[in-house]
């Protein structure tokens, strides 16, 4: 088994959509990015890459690449969940933490679960998400910016 940790932040902007874990919520801002700029899958992404040791989202999907100007996070989930297995490993579980301070994201976090398991074929209850805020401190406490956190769990996959 193999661990791997991931760390998002963006800036939370008007005009753009709030994108989180696949999942579109009502907003008056959304995150400032190159792709559509949902900060939870980027943070799975890195997570997966670094538990598989193949490096980070960066590197694989470079902003000021057309190929990924306002792409869906999920297709780079895919991509990765795909080298993932193509290196010999299968996704046991995802933890993961999203710091914000609005909106309240309980009435969305089943359909993030849902996208995450399909994205990473694993089961739902596999899949944990956690909203917290900063109790108004920072940027992010400052509804500025909005952050992720992921751990993941990866084995190699028995033949
Ligand atoms: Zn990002």
Do not use: W
């Not at 999942?23 to 890459?49: C, K, N, Q, R, T």
Request: aromatic share 6%; proline share 3%.
């Amino acid at each position: 088994m193999k661990i791997g940790f991931g760390y998002d932040i963006h800036r939370l902007v008007q005009g753009r959509k709030l994108i989180i874990g696949g999942v579109e919520i009502p907003f008056s801002l959304g995150e400032d990015g190159y792709s559509d700029g949902d900060v939870l899958i980027h943070a799975v992404i890195d997570a997966l890459l670094g538990a598989s040791g193949l490096g980070d989202i960066g590197t694989h999907f470079p902003s000021g690449n057309k190929e990924y100007k306002d792409i869906s996070s999920r297709i780079l989930l895919c991509h990765t969940r795909d080298m993932v297995t193509s290196a010999g490993y299968s996704v046991n579980n995802l933890d993961c933490t999203v710091i914000l301070e609005k909106p309240i994201l309980s009435p969305f976090r089943n359909a993030i679960i849902q996208c995450l398991s399909e994205d990473l074929h694993i089961p739902g209850n596999s899949v944990s998400l956690k909203a917290k805020t900063k109790e108004g401190m920072d940027d992010t406490g400052a509804g500025k910016s909005i952050e992720a956190y992921a751990v993941v769990l990866i084995e190699v996959e028995k033949l």
